[in-house]
């Protein structure tokens, strides 16, 4: 089983905090728009990704179960 990240980009308002924790998997570009770089939920990336989960202001961001 693997496990994606996702956003909801009707909640997020690209203020940039989960680019800040973890910018190898979210990157806003220069129109402020929000891309996932990588959306594969590894060992290493994990723990930095909950922290964007939990830290992200809108709550758009969620792991889902594939
Ligand atoms: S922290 Fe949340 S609201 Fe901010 S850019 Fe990331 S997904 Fe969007």
Redesign the pocket.
């Known amino acids: 089983m693997t496990r994606k990240v996702e ?1 909801d980009f009707g ?9 800040g924790i973890i910018p190898e998997v ?1 990157e ?1 570009d220069e129109n402020d728009y ?1 891309h996932v770089l990588s959306d594969e939920v590894t060992p290493e990336n994990e723990q930095q990704i909950r922290e ?1 989960v939990r ?4 709550q ?2 969620s792991i889902r179960d594939e």
């Not at 308002?13 to 989960?18: A, D, I, R, Y």
Request: aromatic share 4%.
């Open positions: 956003v909640l997020c308002e690209s203020n940039g905090v989960c680019m979210f806003l929000l964007a830290q992200c202001p809108r758009a961001i």
